[in-house]
Nanobody, 120 residues
Framework: QVQLVESGGGLVQAGGSLRLSCVAS????????????MGWYRQAPGQQREVVAT????????NYRDSVKGRFTISRDNGKNMVYLQMNSLKPEDTAVYYC?????????WGQGTQVTVSA
């Protein structure tokens, strides 16, 4: 069963922190028993979905969009098929629905996402 379940969002004041979690089914998390690169994405109202951060299959490297560098940290637990996003120093412009998914390959399926709202 294909599954992506994101959680951890909420309403927070500017400057606050949230930790997002994502559990993925094996068919998304792995290909031929090798862990896939995974990423966090977000979509604000009226805007296109954008990549926020990505992490390599074994977690050795990560990349971030410029606007979140130094504030967000992506991590993963391959034993649990989970990906995390620690978000610190949140800003109102971080408000969006956050999703996780693989970085390459079939991304036809998306979970429901988790809403992050940052108040000024």
């Amino acid at each position: 069963q294909v599954q992506l379940v994101e959680s951890g969002g909420g309403l927070v004041q500017a400057g606050g922190s949230l930790r997002l979690s994502c559990v993925a089914s094996g068919s998304i998390f792995r290909t031929n028993d090798m862990p896939n690169a995974m990423g966090w994405y977000r979509q604000a109202p009226g805007q296109q979905r954008e990549v926020v951060a990505t992490i390599s299959g074994y977690g050795g490297s990560a990349n971030y969009r410029d606007s979140v560098k130094g504030r967000f940290t992506i991590s993963r637990d391959n034993g649990k098929n989970m990906v995390y996003l620690q978000m610190n120093s949140l800003k109102p412009e971080d408000t969006a629905v956050y999703y996780c998914n693989r970085v390459t390959g079939n991304r036809d399926y998306w979970g429901q996402g988790t809403q992050v709202t940052v108040s000024a």
